[in-house]
Each structure stands twice: as structure tokens, then as C-alpha cells.
């Protein structure tokens, strides 16, 4: 099919020489303006664009700026830890150093000791010898005296004596007498028993050519201790955890210690906890605190493998025994004057000699050492490896081990040393009888558990009553006798208890815990 062909204009009509759409001239104009609201936005779009970049220009810049500083950073990071490392194997290589140190002091200190000791014991010896040798003449005639032997000493003694003595002194000095030989000998048998007398005493550690073994006076205790049932102070006593309490002879002073290094000594006045004073200079936490029965020293064991001893009145520390190479976990005083035990974590127990400071006995007992006590003779500690080690103190021997179910946490004697009472981590407490050397009692209570390795439980000053503190602050006691439950105390605790102790007067209970707390109990 074929079109027509298009109409021309003639050249004299309007627009004619072009052929048009009737309608061209119109889009023609809606398409221009239409170009320049595109060409418009896209000007637009292109600052929007340029503004764009600049801001991730900028964004770059400064992620490079902070890239930089964390990288110098980081790097200065490394170069502080490495300082740290470093001067973390200082202090070590310090403190091993330092812990050498006082190592060889005591040592040295110990062979200057020994040496001195010798040195007393040759003198002596050989002074002893001399007068063995010496020829001594003796006048029938009781008021003369040959060669001016001991003259002025028997002059002196004679002239106290009374008459009937002297008459008979005067009878025996009549009767024949012996001969040089016979009295020479007779010296010598004296030298004999002399020297094994001080070696006797050498062996139990006690100054050759001193005096006799001093003995402290008995404490008095009550008869029928009074069963605890109400709280009558409570204090926060300690900046941290109190780890161990214990009561004076006389039961009006009482001393706690804490994981704040310090030792507060307290009143009891009136059923209240008085401030007394502040033991400082502890170098460790305090494990364990102890009075002489004396009440005149306060000695302390502590986490920086020494004990300490105070002199009550006193707030710093009057002497350090060190020697021990892991904490120092128990120390009590002997029965004798000047003389204390140490129990450690470095599997010893030492025995001190307070007067001169120095260690006169180390004994190996091949497990941690959580508690001792001591007896007339013998040592008694408690083991991590669940048994109860008695030591002869006159002997390096172990005469006794008695197996327990449960690391040992404490040790208590009763005031006749016949029985010993004993905490341990299998929740249960047990009474030995030391006659036997048998257990006699296993005490145990629903809802009782140690709260630590340290739990210290105690028997009351009558051997009636046991009584330990529990890990949800409650206090059980039992009757010895029977294994009954008496009773439990509830109330002020809020944490673990770590250590209880009973006064000598029987009428007062104080208890520490793991929250800072002391309570007094009546």
C-alpha cells in the first residue's frame, strides 16, 4: 500500500520552505526545559558529590591520624608490659634475694650461737677437769681449811647454819677421812655426770652452762563453762577478712588479726569490745595470733614466711623470726618461758628460742602445716595430708601419727592435755584421747561446713563443750561427752566464720569472720 505523497506549502504562506508538524513546536519547548531542570540536579548532584568526597577525604585523614596513634600506642602498650615483666623478675630476684638474706642471717646467727654454746661448754669441761685434778687436803680439825679451798663460801654457809647443825658438821668432820685419790676419783665421776647433763640439755636445745627451764604459772580456768546464747557486741573491727582471735590469760584482753597486717587488741568491758591498741608492722596477713601465759607478749603468724612477737604496751613489732620459705600458717607459744613453735606451708615446724631470736630446732614433717599446739613434751601439728603428727621436743623423732578423713584446719589441747581436738575439711570435728590415742567423739551437724583451710575450732576451758564456726556464719557447739548438738548460734555473721575462741573465765565466746565482723557472745 502506498502513501500519498505529502502536501507542500507554498512558498508565500506562513512557514512555508519547511515541513512542520502541527505540534513540533511545542515539545520542542517542554523538552529544553525539561534539559535544563536535568542539567540543574545534576549540577547539583555533582556539588553534593564533590562535598561527599571532601568528607571522605576528611574521614580518611583522620582514620590515618588515629591509625597512627593507636599504632604508637599500641607500640608504647608493648613497651610498658615489657617494663612491667621486667621489673615483676625484680621484685622476685628481690624478694628471693632478700628471703636468702635472712636465711643466711639466721643461719649465721645460729652458728654463732652453737659456736658460743661450744665455747661455754669446753670452759666448763675443762674448768671441771681442773678441780677433778686438783689435790685436796683435809684437816681432821673442822675449823681449818688447807690450801684456802672454798674457805670464804664455807665460812659463809657455816655461820648461817644453826647450832645442832653445827655440832653435827663438827661430828662428820671427826670421822676418818678419805685420801686424794679417793676424792680425786670421786671428782671424776662428777665430771662424768657433769658433761652428760649438759649434753643432755644440749640435745633439748637449751643454753649450755644456763639456768634451768623457767616454766610459766598455770593458768586458772573455770570449772563449769557457761553455754553462749545471745550476742552482745558486734563491730566491724578489721579493713578486711579477720583470720584468727584469741583471748588473754586474765579474759578482760582479747587480740584479732587480719588480712590487713594488723592486730587489734580489745577490752572486754561491761559486754563490750573496747578498743585497747594497734600491733603494727606485720609484713603479711595475719594467720594466727597467741599470748604468752604471762599476758605480756602477743606472737603472730604471718603470710611473709615469718612470725612476729609484740610486746603488749608496745605497737611495733619487738622481734622477727624469720626462716621459714612459704607462709607461716601457725604459732604458739611453749609452756616454757622465751621458747615458741612455727608451723608453715613449707612442710616445717620450728622450734624458737625467743631470748636470742634463733631457730634451736627444724623439724621435717613432709606435709603443709596448718595448726600446732604444744604440750609438756611433745609437739602436735596438723596436715594438709589429712593426719595428725605428735613430735617428742626433747627428741628429733616422730612418735606418733593418727590418720584423719580431711585436710587438717586446727588443733585445740585441753587445759589437762588429755585430749586434743581436731577440725577438718570432711566437716567434722574429732576428740582424741591422748591416754589412748584413739579417736573418742566425731561431732557432726546438718548445715555445718568448714569455709576454709584456716576454720579454727576450740574446745571450752572445762573440756565440756566444743565449738567451731561454719561457712554460713553460724556458730555450733556439742557437748564432749555425749557428741550431742547443744546448740547453734545465728545472727550477726553474714559471711564464713574463720576462727572462734572461748575465755579462760568460761563466761564469753568471741567470734571473726570473712566479712570484717568480731562478735562477742555471752
Known amino acids: 500500500m502506498s502513501l500519498p505523497p505529502p502536501t507542500r506549502v507554498p512558498d508565500g504562506l506562513p512557514g512555508g520552505g519547511e515541513e512542520r508538524s502541527p505540534g513540533h513546536l511545542g515539545i520542542g519547548a517542554g523538552g529544553a526545559a525539561r534539559l535544563a531542570a536535568l542539567e540543574a540536579s545534576a549540577a547539583q548532584l555533582k556539588e553534593a558529590r564533590a562535598g561527599l568526597a571532601e568528607q571522605v577525604e576528611a574521614w580518611q585523614a583522620l582514620n590515618a591520624a588515629q591509625l597512627a596513634t593507636y599504632d604508637k600506642l599500641r607500640k608504647h602498650a608493648?613497651?610498658?608490659?615489657?617494663?612491667?615483666?621486667?621489673?615483676?623478675?625484680?621484685?622476685?630476684?628481690?624478694?628471693?634475694?632478700?628471703?636468702?638474706?635472712?636465711?643466711?642471717?639466721?643461719?649465721?646467727?645460729?652458728?654463732?650461737?652453737?659456736?658460743?654454746?661450744?665455747?661455754?661448754?669446753?670452759?666448763?669441761?675443762?674448768?671441771?677437769?681442773?678441780?677433778?685434778?686438783?689435790?685436796?687436803?683435809?684437816?681432821?680439825?673442822?675449823?681449818?681449811?688447807?690450801?684456802?679451798?672454798?674457805?670464804?663460801?664455807e665460812t659463809v654457809a657455816l655461820a648461817t647454819q644453826p647450832e645442832s647443825l653445827e655440832s653435827e658438821a663438827c661430828e662428820k668432820w671427826k670421822r676418818p677421812f678419805r685420801s686424794a685419790s679417793a676424792t680425786s676419783l670421786t671428782l671424776s665421776r662428777c665430771v662424768d655426770v657433769v658433761k652428760g647433763l649438759l649434753d643432755f640439755k644440749k640435745r633439748r636445745g637449751h643454753s649450755v652452762g644456763g639456768a634451768p627451764e623457767q616454766r610459766y604459772q598455770s593458768i586458772p580456768v573455770c570449772m563449769a563453762a557457761r553455754?553462749?546464747?545471745?550476742?552482745?557486741?558486734?563491730?566491724?573491727a578489721h579493713l578486711s577478712e579477720v583470720n584468727a582471735v584469741r583471748f588473754g590469760p586474765n579474759s578482760s584482753l582479747l587480740a584479732t588479726g587480719g588480712a590487713d597486717r594488723l592486730i587489734h587488741l580489745w577490752n572486754v568491758v561491761g559486754g563490750r569490745l573496747e578498743a585497747n591498741q594497734t600491733l603494727e608492722g606485720a609484713g603479711g596477713s595475719i594467720t594466727s595470733v597467741d599470748f604468752d601465759p604471762s599476758g605480756s607478749q602477743v606472737l603472730a603468724a604471718t603470710y611473709n614466711q615469718a612470725a612476729q612477737l609484740w610486746k603488749v604496751g608496745e605497737a611495733q613489732s619487738?622481734?622477727?623470726?624469720?626462716?621459714?620459705?612459704?607462709?607461716?600458717?601457725?604459732?604458739?607459744?611453749?609452756?616454757?618461758?622465751h621458747q615458741a613453735v612455727t608451723g608453715s606451708r613449707d612442710r616445717t615446724v620450728k622450734e624458737w628460742d625467743l631470748g636470742r631470736a634463733y631457730c634451736s630446732r627444724t623439724i621435717n614433717v613432709l606435709s603443709y602445716c596448718n595448726d600446732v599446739v604444744c604440750g609438756d613434751h611433745v609437739i602436735i601439728s596438723g596436715h594438709n595430708d589429712q593426719k595428725i603428727r605428735f613430735w617428742d621436743s626433747r627428741g628429733p623423732r616422730c612418735t606418733q601419727v593418727i590418720?584423719?578423713?580431711g585436710r587438717v584446719t586446727s588443733l585445740s589441747l585441753s587445759h589437762d592435755q588429755l585430749h586434743l581436738l581436731s577440725c577438718s575439711r570432711d566437716d567434722t570435728l574429732k576428740v582424741i584421747d591422748l591416754r589412748v590415742s584413739n579417736i573418742r567423739q566425731v561431732f557432726r551437724a546438718d548445715g555445718f561446713k568448714c569455709g576454709s583451710d584456716w576454720t579454727k575450732a576450740v574446745f571450752s576451758p572445762d573440756r565440756s563443750y566444743a565449738l567451731a564456726g561454719s561457712w554460713d556464719g553460724a556458730l555450733y557447739i556439742w557437748e564432749?561427752?555425749?557428741?550431742?548438738?547443744?546448740?547453734?548460734l545465728r545472727g550477726p555473721h553474714c559471711a564464713a566464720v574463720n576462727a572462734v575462741a572461748w575465755c579462760y573465765s568460761g563466761s564469753h565466746v568471741v567470734s571473726v569472720d570473712q566479712g570484717r565482723k568480731v562478735v562477742l557472745w555471752h
Do not use: W, Y
Not at 480 to 488: I, N, P
Open 480 to 488: 564432749v561427752d555425749t557428741g550431742k548438738l547443744e546448740s547453734s
Open 318 to 337: 619487738k622481734e622477727t623470726l624469720s626462716g621459714h620459705t612459704d607462709k607461716v600458717t601457725a604459732a604458739k607459744f611453749k609452756l616454757t618461758r
Open 78 to 153: 608493648g613497651l610498658q608490659e615489657v617494663a612491667l615483666r621486667r621489673l615483676e623478675e625484680e621484685a622476685r630476684d628481690l624478694l628471693e634475694k632478700l628471703v636468702q638474706r635472712k636465711a643466711r642471717a639466721a643461719a649465721e646467727r645460729n652458728v654463732r650461737n652453737e659456736c658460743r654454746e661450744r665455747v661455754k661448754q669446753a670452759r666448763v669441761s675443762q674448768e671441771l677437769k681442773k678441780a677433778a685434778k686438783r689435790t685436796v687436803s683435809i684437816s681432821e680439825n673442822p675449823n681449818v681449811l688447807c690450801d684456802g679451798v672454798m674457805e670464804g663460801a
Open 227 to 236: 553455754l553462749p546464747t545471745r550476742a552482745q557486741d558486734v563491730l566491724d
Open 403 to 405: 590418720p584423719v578423713q
